[in-house]
């Protein structure tokens, strides 16, 4: 029996998808709900399971197609083995085993300068024709072969180019998604007026905070306090001190938007993508460390849906889990602001007077400048760094 393979439903915002890997190969056997193949969109790759145990008999879309939502991509064949198959095995490997057991007896029947010959220049006894008695080998035959050898061997290397390994070049087509991401950015910088500033923040006030009661927090909550937490609580408040920052434009309008959903970017081996924490204003810190955790989870695994990275009304990058000291992130459109994180890493500072060592981060803003005016990106900056520095200000919402 034949069952048809089709790609997924997609989404309503996604139009088609592109077969970026058939995992199973035509011929191959499958089990049911075993993943058979993927399809990259411009959002996010989509799974297709099989349905049936079987065996892939046909693929009618190749890596590389297009296909869209409910397209027939495949077909996969029920298994059906009889009992004659089952004998024509059994045989086959009775078979097997006389041949091995054959062969095995004619191994053992060189002398053992022979097989130390063998051994030795790791030569193959079936590779060899033997001359010797009930066709043994013999050395002259192991001379003969390793000349013939040799001898084919350069006459290889005369005809084959060598290759300069220095000079070697690999093209490869760019992935949908990647190619989406290319074209997004470039749009962006085109598009935007867009201007970035910075600050520094110390970071010990948080830290202290994670020392003193990082263990208390996994132990009620059953995960690590993180740094993401605290930035996006910050960046709540400053959005709502500065909703300019949280609005975006729409044609010759500008649109304000009455909640808070913040948008944190992941990198994947496929490109990153930016799942929404959604009404984050009326989270709480554990609640939003947990969104985030099962965020990074999912996009790892490939596991985010399309709705999940919909909207957003800002982002916040962190480059410092890669290193990144300092950089000058490019907007999520058409959102006015992203606000870019960086690596931890002690520094000199002056605090009242007195040189001091302290765990400083550079934090970048990147906003459109037709919307957002320097004096108020350089504020809402401030504000983030205010309340890092002095915790208790999120707990008092100032």
Known sequence: MTTKIKS??????????????WVKKEG????QDELIAEIETDKIVLEVLSPIDGEISKIIKNEGDIVLSGELIAEVEKNHISTSVNESIEEDTKNLETNISTESKKSMGHGPAIRRLLDEHKINPKDVVGTGKDGRLTKTDIKNYLSEFESKKINESELTPVKDSSREEERVPMSRMRSTI??????????????????????????NLRNEYGEDFKQNHGLKLGFMGFFVAASIIALKKYPIANASIDGSDVVYHGY???????????GLVVPVIRDADMMTLPEIEKVIIEFSSKAQEGKLSIEEMQGGTFTISNGGVFGSLLSTPILNAPQTAILGM???????IVIDGKIEIRPMMYLALSYDHRLLDGKDAVSFLISIKEQLEKPERLLLNL
């Open 260 to 270: 808070q959903d913040i948008s944190v970017a992941v990198s994947t081996d496929k």
């Open 8 to 21: 997924p439903t997609y989404p309503e915002s996604v139009s088609d998808g592109t077969i970026s890997n």
């Open 182 to 207: 290319a074209k997004r950015l470039l749009t962006v910088t085109q598009e935007t007026a867009m201007l970035t500033t910075f600050n520094e923040v110390d970071m010990q006030p948080i830290k």
């Open 342 to 348: 960086h690596k931890i890493q002690d520094r000199p």
């Open 28 to 31: 191959e056997s499958v089990k």
